[in-house]
């Protein structure tokens, strides 16, 4: 194999042909390495820090029924209740602030919903 020396690449630049490749190589790397970069940061974020978050979502929290409940009537169905972001970082071991970033994220991207006074997964 036959590798070119920086003399001839310099050579080849200097030419039109070698000049349109550049810039069209350069072109390319402006429009597409921002998204590509982007997304590859979002992909991380989910995969180490919102991805944990999203699964305590997934497990729903009900309150109990009310106690002294007799069996005649109509029973009684369970309220979900929404996880707060101060239980969420005390069951994960992570700041408040982190968890709020998370949870944000998440909304954006449609896997969260608000419900009552907090969120819960769609």
Known sequence: MHWLTWHQIVDF???WQ??????????AAI????RRMLETWDWYWDRFRDGEVLII???RKFMPPPSGQSNFGPAHTPIEIPYTA?????????????VVGSIKRLWRRGKLEMYGS???AK
Do not use: C
């Open 13 to 15: 630049v200097t030419t």
């Open 18 to 27: 070698g000049l349109t490749l550049t810039i069209a190589g350069v072109v």
């Open 31 to 34: 429009y597409y390495g921002p």
């Open 57 to 59: 979502f997934h497990r």
């Open 86 to 98: 101060a239980e969420i970082a005390g069951m994960l071991g992570r700041s408040k602030k982190s």
């Open 118 to 120: 907090g969120w819960r």
